[in-house]
């Protein structure tokens, strides 16, 4: 696989993903599930699937539709970059669409899709990132419980 | 597990071959005012309307002026800029003979400024050495770019490339992913350009201003959230020399306009 999933973090919240990803990666595959998983991330408090939802539609935080579109009327201009959002809660489980957040290249070396919980490994981060993952553990649950939600 | 590691090495070789045979074939090249709409094309040909022009009246001022007492102007060296400046923007960057060292034409203006007029040079993105670029870029409108590989910049067009198909910022993102890739598509609404400089200096509306080709680097580098080289590094030039390779025998049309 990519050996960008081997990037060492230094939060301990990276690490926790870290491992649930080899532990998922580990385990023998299921038919028709054979793609990286992973189990919730340690968080502070329950997933919030409606702030989940503020974050995928928000340009600056979770900038998901400058490449994806989705079923998000109020949202003007959107990306055809990637697959509609639309459906991804009833084609992937949640630990399949965590493990695509944390980081994407893991389905897919070349993927354009940007790694949302992964801080180090990048070229020239700029120094206002440095250090720092897109979204926080907290984010990657709400926006994991509310892709879930996302079933036609 | 082996299964998956195998197919998923055998993806990863053939998505790398994919990846390196994976650019614009010549004959479907676009410029950037190719790509744009049908106002801001007519805005940009039109010399009337075109808001660059009037960089590029305070360019031909300077070339003409004195930059103080005594210090020859760029005329005075160089005589009619429509007779001697014909076709030099579309050869630029340049390998400067005597120290091998590539200039960019700003990187140029300024060498003179130092060198042969004896003063402080324009910094860059001030509105005087833009207005003498944009000067410069105007006498070789309609030109073709010529090829910087075909010029002994085979090792800048090489590293150059190497930067465009390198991953960046926090959002680990190459030039070749959005420009070579995915050109045409929409980026949350804004349609991605195949990134071949043959207008710049160009007025962008956004910016409400003239700008260089190293500020449209500098801005898709903050884009992905990746620390921009500073103005005037060697990695810009070398940027500029593999996009002008890309873009080779792509006519000038500088000064641009931009959304």
């Known amino acids: ?152 | 597990m082996t299964g998956r590691a195998g197919r998923a090495f055998a993806l990863a070789i053939l998505l790398l071959g994919h990846a390196l045979a994976d650019d614009i074939p010549a004959n479907q090249r676009l410029s950037g005012h190719d790509m744009m709409g049908a106002e801001a094309q007519a805005m940009q040909r039109d010399d009337f309307a075109n808001p660059a022009m009037l960089a590029v009246k305070e360019g031909e001022a300077l070339w003409k002026a004195a930059p103080g007492e005594g210090r020859p102007s760029c005329q005075s060296c160089h005589g009619d800029a429509a007779e001697s400046m014909k076709g030099v923007a579309a050869r630029y960057p340049a390998r400067d003979a005597s120290t091998g060292r590539a200039f960019d034409l700003p990187g140029q203006i300024q060498a003179c400024q130092t060198g042969r007029q004896a003063v402080a040079p324009s910094a860059r993105e001030s509105a005087a050495l833009l207005a003498l670029e944009a000067y410069l870029s105007l006498q070789s409108r309609g030109m073709p770019l010529a090829s910087p590989r075909a010029r002994g910049l085979e090792d800048a067009v090489l590293r150059g490339e190497k930067l465009y198909r390198q991953r960046f910022g926090q959002l680990d993102l190459s030039c070749a992913q959005c420009h070579s890739q995915n050109w045409g598509r929409s980026l949350g609404g804004t349609r991605i350009p195949q990134a071949h400089p043959t207008g710049y200096p160009l007025f962008r509306m956004e910016w409400q201003a003239i700008g260089s080709l190293q500020r449209r680097f500098r801005n898709c580098m903050t884009g992905i959230r990746a620390e921009p080289f500073p103005a005037g590094a060697p990695e810009w030039v070398d940027l500029e020399i593999y996009l002008k390779e890309r873009a080779a025998d792509m006519a000038m049309d500088a000064p641009g306009v931009r959304p």
């Open chain 1, 1 to 152: 696989m990519s050996g960008r999933a081997a990037h060492a973090g230094t939060g301990r919240e990276l690490w926790l993903a870290i491992a649930a990803f080899l532990v998922a990666l580990a385990m023998p595959a299921r038919a028709q599930q054979d793609v990286p998983e992973a189990g919730p991330l340690a968080v502070s408090r329950p997933p919030d699937a409606e702030n989940g939802r503020r974050i995928v539609t928000d340009r600056r935080k979770g900038l998901c539709l400058l490449c994806h579109s989705g079923p998000f009327p109020e949202v003007r201009f959107q990306g055809d970059l990637a697959p509609s959002l639309a459906g991804a809660g009833s084609r992937w489980t949640p630990a399949q669409l965590r493990a695509r957040l944390i980081d994407s290249r893991l389905f897919n070396g070349e993927t354009i899709m940007p790694p949302y919980f992964r801080a180090e490994g990048q070229s020239r981060m700029a120094v206002a990132f440095k250090g720092r993952t897109i979204l926080t553990a907290e984010e990657i649950e709400d926006v994991t419980a509310f892709l879930a939600t996302l079933r036609e």
